[in-house]
């Protein structure tokens, strides 16, 4: 199979901050995933996951392809159909980022909205989007995603492991913010190497991987109220409470002093890493991921103030 536009997910930059002031001299660099086609790592997630589905036979050109997103996900799902001929509908709210909508809908892809009712990114919210999407995926000729089941979205990721490994060595930590699991554990297994310590990050509005109770909050992409399906406890050192407005100052600061521009996820990802540089030694090296491109926030509390 012809790969076309396929072809530029992957081989993404590691980016090392160099302006920001960081303690004890530590380094921290982070995957720059804003330089995949669609601006995220997602497009990772949704190559291994369709196109799996079509090398078994699960799916053909022309099949509908289902699943209920904050819109990363989606504008990855939608370019990769696109790409390979299928038609994916996506069940999205008015609680996430609009231009993530037109991103979806540019690539041919049916958004139907789910109302937030002007609550935010709530547990409740979410589960409203899953049942619609299984309802949905019952048709004929229809196929479910399951961002948050399918084990094909954990092996989309090892690559950004692998891709780090090869490029950076005398890794100490590496730490991200946490949605379906699948990209920091994919991540971390593709490092391959149980001596790097893994930290794991979640809106302290949303405290559910520490406490067992969600909340409403406007981190997209993270923080879904409920066990990550793909996270393992068992390989986590710490997990970290991140406050989402220091997450999003973190955002405007990269932009300002750094020349990155990149999404809430990613601003929480940088400010936690900063957190835990104050307890490493000199010269140690931390690693995270810019997620996302800030484009899909322009039109968002992050950036239009």
């Keep these: 199979m012809d790969q076309g536009s396929l072809k530029l997910i992957g081989n993404t930059p590691l980016v090392r901050l160099q302006n920001i002031k960081i303690p004890n001299d530590v380094e921290i ?16 997630m949704a ?10 036979g ?8 289902i699943e209920y997103t904050g819109g990363s996900t989606g504008s990855s799902l939608a370019f990769v159909s696109a790409s390979l001929g ?12 609009d231009s993530k909508r037109q991103t979806m809908e540019a690539f041919g892809a049916n958004v139907i909205i789910v109302e937030s009712e002007g609550k935010g990114i709530t547990p409740e919210l979410i589960q409203k989007m899953k049942e619609q999407a299984y309802i949905l ?3 004929k000729n229809s196929f479910y995603v399951d961002q948050f089941g399918s084990k094909n979205v954990l092996k989309g990721y090892l690559p950004m492991g692998n891709e780090i490994k090869r490029k950076l060595e005398g890794i100490d930590v590496f730490c991200a913010s946490v949605g379906t699991g699948g990209a920091i554990m994919g991540t971390w297994q593709g490092l391959d190497n149980t001596d790097i310590k893994l930290v794991a990050f979640e809106p302290l509005q949303s405290p559910f991987l520490s406490t067992g109770k969600g909340g ?3 981190v997209e992409g993270i923080g879904v109220g409920f066990e990550p399906p793909f996270l393992d406890r068992n390989a986590l050192n ?15 600061t990269l932009s300002k002093k750094e020349g990155l521009f990149c999404g809430g996820s990613t601003g929480m990802n940088v400010y936690g890493a900063l ?10 090296k931390i690693v995270t991921l810019a997620c996302d491109n800030g484009l899909k926030y322009l039109n968002s509390h992050i950036y239009n103030l």
């Design 47 to 56: 190559l291994s996951v369709l196109t799996t589905a079509i090398n078994n």
């Design 58 to 65: 699960v799916i053909k050109k022309g099949d509908r392809i």
């Design 275 to 284: 957190e835990i540089a104050k307890s490493l030694k000199k010269g140690s």
């Design 216 to 218: 409403p909050h406007k």
């Design 86 to 97: 299928l038609n994916f509908t996506a069940i999205f709210s008015d609680a996430f980022s």
């Design 238 to 252: 710490e997990i970290r409470c991140i406050d989402q407005e220091d997450a999003f100052n973190m955002c405007r």
């Design 137 to 139: 995926s019952e048709e």
């Design 29 to 44: 660099w982070l995957k720059y995933e804003a330089g995949n086609p669609t601006g995220s790592y997602k497009d990772r």
